[in-house]
T-cell receptor
């Protein structure tokens, strides 16, 4: 597709439920990022993939958060045993290359998944 | 540690007037600097970025930003604001010595009145 696609657009989960959020990056994009954006805050980095390799997961807040990108394209962010503090917008971004030196544009973001834990 | 500060939660300007949205940063290495805009219920849209070279960067929709290394700033500017510029603006930095992730500021809400 022309852009980064995320699904579902909205998700309401009961506390303790597991959820899976999907990201379809732009075809051919090597780099993929997940961010968490709490209400009224800027996006905070969660994890980074280069193709299928998860090179940085330093931003994942707990071991309840898990991300994968098994074939180097679609990625899934899974949250186990959701808690109210997990309520946020989860943004996915992709980039054609590892480095962005010389490229006109920055990372391309999806519209996000708004997760509400009740 | 890398960080970004946007000291103003909100900036109010009248249509037709110049606007400035402030951003300062802190990194260990050389910075790549970005501005993104976010409209309600939308993802982040790229405006411009600085990597190297000319300190004045021109971007989308008439926006520009000036990289000032001595002041560690990257303020966003536009000579004449439009009502349609009203949105949430984020400054972000990537520390070239600390990986590929962007670190974002908390955002500044720009409100342009007619």
């Amino acid at each position: 597709g022309a852009g980064v696609s995320q699904s579902p657009r909205y998700k309401v989960a009961k506390r303790g439920q597991d959820v899976a959020l999907r990201c379809d990056p732009i075809s051919g994009h090597v780099s993929l990022f997940w961010y968490q954006q709490a209400l009224g805050q800027g996006p905070e980095f969660l994890t980074y993939f280069q193709n299928e390799a998860q090179l940085d997961k330093s931003g994942l807040p707990s071991d309840r958060f898990f991300a994968e990108r098994p074939e180097g394209s679609v990625s899934t962010l899974k949250i186990q045993r959701t808690q109210q503090e997990d309520s946020a917008v989860y943004l996915c971004a992709s980039s054609l290359s590892v480095g962005d030196r010389g490229r006109r544009d920055g990372y391309t973001f999806g519209s996000g998944t708004r997760l509400t834990v009740v | 540690a890398q960080s970004v500060a946007q000291p103003e939660d909100q900036v109010n300007v009248a249509e037709g007037n110049p606007l400035t949205v402030k951003c300062t940063y802190s990194v260990s290495g050389n910075p790549y600097l970005f501005w993104y805009v976010q409209y309600p219920n939308r993802g982040l849209q790229f405006l411009l970025k600085y990597i190297t070279g000319d300190n004045l960067v021109k971007g989308s929709y008439g926006f520009e930003a000036e990289f000032n290394k001595s002041q560690t700033s990257f303020h966003l500017k536009k000579p004449s604001a439009l009502v349609s510029d009203s949105a949430l603006y984020f400054c972000a930095v990537r520390d070239t010595q600390a990986g590929t992730a962007l670190i974002f500021g908390k955002g500044t809400t720009l409100s342009v009145s007619s």
